[in-house]
């Protein structure tokens, strides 16, 4: 079946503008992860959701990342006011649920690239 | 807090042959779960193998199998009879407390970067 689907695959934009990466999880599958791949903090963990529970946005770098999931499926991850240190690989996983030996599917990420 | 931690920044070996990867974890839960996955360059992350830390057998996937030393807190990946696509970012991740109402993010290493020579 099809996997986690992300968008755009790259984005260029100037310093100081708004992006959305866009996030398709796995059919079914109620959790949905962002993460952040770059070359010197590796890949970090930035917020999780979880059916109708609030999300845990503990990994969340500063306020103008945010982050939301409609009806349970799609989520979008908003960066404001971008700064070049936000250029990285963003991730999204999915899994079928929580608190289980299920691993968290992952998409092929969006490149961000801050100017 | 939970942390991984990989010391072999680059592996490589000779087609066919076996290698291991090494993995040791810091964590004070009792309940936790360890995870390797595999980025080739094109990027997309793909899961190898799961081990729990409760799980009385390492466990195996093919040619993937994982040496779980609990009391030593490592998780080390072998992969057997080695090819050339086996080349790729290789990382270590855990979840930690692994009980309801626990920690559902995964905490990385570094990774490992395998080259599989012909």
């Known amino acids: 079946g099809a996997g986690v689907s992300q968008s755009p695959s790259n984005k260029v934009t100037e310093k100081g503008k708004d992006v959305e990466l866009r996030c398709d999880p796995i059919?079914?599958?109620?959790?949905l992860y962002w993460y952040r791949q770059s070359l010197g903090q590796g890949l970090e963990f930035l917020i999780y959701f979880q059916g109708n529970s609030a999300p845990d946005k503990s990994g969340l770098p500063s306020d103008r990342f945010s982050a939301e999931r409609t009806g349970g499926s799609v989520s979008t991850l908003t960066i404001q006011r971008t700064q070049q240190e936000d250029s990285a690989v963003y991730l999204c996983?999915?899994?079928?649920?929580?608190?289980?030996?299920?691993?968290?599917?992952f998409g092929d990420g969006t490149r961000l690239s801050i100017l | 807090a939970q942390k991984i931690t990989q010391t072999q920044p680059g592996m490589f070996v000779q087609e066919k042959e076996a290698v291991t990867l090494d993995c040791t974890y810091d964590t004070s839960d009792p309940s936790y779960g360890l995870f390797w996955y595999k980025q080739p360059s094109s990027g997309e992350m793909i899961f190898l193998i799961y081990?729990?830390?409760?799980?009385?057998q390492n466990a195996t996937e093919g040619r993937y199998s994982l040496n779980f030393q609990k009391a030593r807190k490592s998780a080390n990946l072998v992969i057997s009879a080695s090819q050339l696509g086996d080349s790729a970012m290789y990382f270590c991740a855990m979840r930690a407390p692994f009980t309801q109402g626990g920690s559902e993010k995964l905490v990385f290493g570094k990774g490992t970067k395998l080259t599989v020579n012909p």
């Open positions: 081990q729990g830390s409760y799980d009385q």
């Open positions: 059919s079914g599958h109620t959790a």
């Open positions: 996983a999915s899994s079928p649920g929580t608190h289980s030996n299920q691993p968290q599917h």
